[in-house]
T-cell receptor, first 112, second 115 residues
Framework: AQSVTQLGSHVSVSEGALVLLRCNYSSSVPPYLFWYVQYPNQGLQLLLK??????LVKGINGFEAEFKKSETSFHLTKPSAHMSDAAEYFCAVSGSGGKLIFGQGTELSVKP | DADVTQTPRNRITKTGKRIMLECSQTKGHDRMYWYRQDPGLGLRLIYYSFDVKDINKGEISDGYSVSRQAQAKFSLSLESAIPNQTALYFCATSDPGQGFSGELFFGEGSRLTVL
């Protein structure tokens, strides 16, 4: 069975600082992995996805994530945080039948 | 107009009442899903449907039922609402042509409060 664990329910960074949101997965088959972002009062939208083409995946708004099979990780990073990055971020893995299994979410706060 | 539309966006109801949340989509996707979001628990799958004649239970289907009225419409019902069903509910769609790598497209959510 597939599962996802996000380390840290809240992360706070200063504007301009590095953003690092951690995600570890468990999967019995080669995984497809996703990061979604949820802005206040909105639905989720896709930031980026890993589908085995390349281990370093670039997404929207300057975010990227690296798939590390040996560490079963898919951490999300952004070199320089912006105030507009404040949101909740969800890591997800593709489960059986094409369903997505989500992590618990990490709320990112950005301080001026 | 949004590609995935949920109604109502907000609803307050009382314990024991029947509630229906509706979802319609213009993306032409066969696959539709209902998720529930609770703080600290992420999103959990309630039901999903891969086409009009296919309905499947997710991980937390107890207390819920669904109806797939057409390719574009997927409704979630709470037959007798209880307070622990207070949550934010999301409808989503995906393109089966993408297989397991396909992303989900979400509606804006329906916030349900059961008193």
């Amino acid at each position: 069975a597939q599962s996802v664990t996000q380390l840290g329910s809240h992360v706070s960074v200063s504007e301009g600082a590095l953003v690092l949101l951690r995600c570890n997965y468990s999967s019995s088959v080669p995984p497809y992995l996703f990061w979604y972002v949820q802005y206040p009062n909105q639905g989720l939208q896709l930031l980026l996805k890993y589908t085995s083409a390349a281990t370093l995946v670039k997404g929207i708004n300057g975010f990227e994530a690296e798939f590390k099979k040996s560490e079963t990780s898919f951490h999300l990073t952004k070199p320089s945080a912006h105030m507009s990055d404040a949101a909740e971020y969800f890591c997800a893995v593709s489960g059986s039948g094409g369903k997505l299994i989500f992590g618990q979410g990490t709320e990112l706060s950005v301080k001026p | 107009d949004a590609d995935v539309t949920q109604t109502p966006r907000n609803r307050i109801t009382k314990t024991g009442k029947r509630i229906m949340l509706e979802c319609s989509q213009t993306k032409g996707h066969d696959r539709m899903y209902w998720y529930r979001q609770d703080p600290g628990l992420g999103l959990r799958l309630i039901y999903y449907s891969f086409d009009v004649k296919d309905i499947n239970k997710g991980e937390i289907s107890d207390g819920y039922s669904v109806s797939r009225q057409a390719q574009a419409k997927f409704s979630l019902s709470l037959e007798s609402a209880i307070p622990n069903q207070t949550a934010l509910y999301f409808c989503a769609t995906s393109d089966p042509g993408q297989g397991f790598s396909g992303e989900l497209f979400f509606g804006e959510g329906s916030r349900l409060t059961v008193l």
